[in-house]
């Protein structure tokens, strides 16, 4: 008999950061995730998580719409039906409700997680296997203020727990953003690779003067400079400057990575499994980026544990992964629901190996932490 699908929980969670996490749209002291328990028939349960960054700061789905989208209309849909039928799944919920991409990739990986504890396999394994089992990590210097982002880049620089760092800007005038920058540049050398994210926070106009600065002062990457819907000024920027652009709001599946290839971008894109909608939708942009020559990275939207264990199983699995991966939501959390933590070391951070996603609920701490 074919397992069928039992049960489904969506737990909220709330863990503080371990310092306040400051982007152009807002600051974070609080990360907001959805954790999603599937079982079977069998007794296999599955773990799936969404996130987003400050509410509805990021995005168009709050931590409190994903719990409300899965409860509503996925729980009923999904209750009664094969567990192992992930793609029939996958189909059936992108027809009957449109969008919700966080909420789809939280339930597609506890799908994901399911199937790899059932045959006793890591979830890269199900993916073909993983090409590398270490994976570099990057760090987001976000605290707001320079000394204190310098002290915190040094620090991770000599515990080699990371060498490359990305800076939040955009909130300031550009010259504060750039003056920031460049001491930050200058503090860590040729040691680290320093990148910034905008979030969509200028104009096409401010970008380029933006962009002609960084260059100057030697940063290597310049993260979503205008708004995401304009797709012709990314393309514009792209071949104005030598300084590469990553996608990142602009493209959240392999749908709108051809349109912005089309357009005539070239650079790297940010693939992230929540705005994808899984784990799978994410690695089909990925060959779509490939086949377009864009570059790949490992985004994150700040997950926990678990969402970020089932990006690592993905990107696991891409050759050619030239910007890394910023796979560090874990580490920007006071504390952690899950009984092993992930091995962060010698900047980067190892693939778990043991089924599905190699992660295990520790349920005192989910108790603690989740939303009474
Ligand atoms: C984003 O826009 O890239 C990823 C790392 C980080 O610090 O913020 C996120 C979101
Ligand atoms: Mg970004």
Known sequence: MTATIQSIEAVLVDIPTIRPHKLSMT?????????????????FEGLGEATTIGGLAYGPESPESVKLTIDTYFTPQLLGKPAANINTLRVDLGRS?????LAKSAIETALLDLMGKRLNRPLAELFGGAVRQHLPVLWTLASGDTDRDIDEARTLIAARRHCDFKLKIGSRPLMDDVRHVAAIKAAVGDEASVRVDVNQAWDESTAARGMAELQAAGIDLVEQPTPMKDFAALARLSAKFHIPILADEAVADASDMYKLAAEGFSGAVAMKIAKAGGPLRALEQAAVAQAAGVGLYGG?????????????????TLDHLQWGTEMFGPLLMKDDIVVQPLKYHENGVDLPNGPGLGVEIDEDKLAEYRRK
């Open 300 to 316: 994150t939207l700040l997950e926990g544990t678990i969402g970020t264990a089932a990006s690592l199983h993905a990107w696991a």
């Open 27 to 43: 600051t974070m002291g609080l990360q907001s995730m959805v954790i999603v328990r599937i079982k079977d028939s069998d007794g």
């Open 97 to 101: 409700v449109r969008g919700n991409n």
